[in-house]
Structures are given as C-alpha cells and as structure tokens.
C-alpha cells in the first residue's frame, strides 16, 4: 500500500500549485480521500475531503481557511487525488499529507510533500 504525494514546492504569495497523491495497494474507488496539513510547532489540519463516486458522484469538503481558493478532485481511473491551490498565502506554509480513509478510520497516509510560500 502507498500514497505518495507531488508537487509541492516555494511559491510567492497570490501563486497557485497543484498537489497530487497517487495510490496504489488499495481498492482507491472506495476510499473517501482527505488533504492534511500541517506547519512547524503547529497540529495537522485537515484541509480538505472528497468522497467516493457513486451514482450521484462525490462530494467534497473543505476547511474555512481553504473555502474559494483550494480545489480537491479525484480520478478513480488513475487512482489520483489533486489538490488545487489559488492565491496562496503565507500561512498555507505546511506540509501536506493525503490519507485514505474508509469506515471512519484514516487507513492509510502519505510522506508529505512541503509546499512554501514566501516572497
């Protein structure tokens, strides 16, 4: 089993990155999957979740913090999990985690891929 996560890195305030987590080891269609975060000396966050396909798709959820700049998105086919990131701010500094999470139990967790903003 894995999640392994991309596309983090240093951008300045008001930039966008796109994060990916691909899976693999685990029937990923029926996972609901979930961004964390978190920053030096501070707890994980969750950021945001996108529920397993069904006949009336998924849905999503996100933290207030995120609401309007975040986009959380999965392809079942390629069993990837994005997460889109507008007008960063210096306080979306964390490292960033994709989970797995099934029955209400977070199954499975990537390394995490650091995402920086400064300018």
């Known amino acids: 089993v894995q999640l392994v996560e991309s596309g983090g890195g240093l951008v300045q305030p008001g930039g966008s990155l796109r994060l990916s987590c691909v899976a693999s080891g685990f029937p990923f269609s029926s996972y609901v999957m979930t961004w964390f975060r978190q920053a030096p000396g501070k707890e994980r966050e969750l950021v945001a979740t996108i529920t397993s396909i069904t006949s009336a798709g998924s849905s999503t959820n996100y933290a207030d913090f995120v609401k309007g700049r975040f986009t959380i998105s999965r392809d079942n086919v390629k069993n990837m999990v994005y997460l889109q990131m507008n007008n960063l701010k210096p306080e979306d500094t964390a490292v960033y985690s994709c989970?797995?999470?099934?029955?209400?139990?977070?199954?499975?967790w990537g390394q995490g891929t650091q995402v920086t903003v400064s300018s």
């Open positions: 989970s797995a999470r099934r029955f209400g139990r977070y199954d499975y």
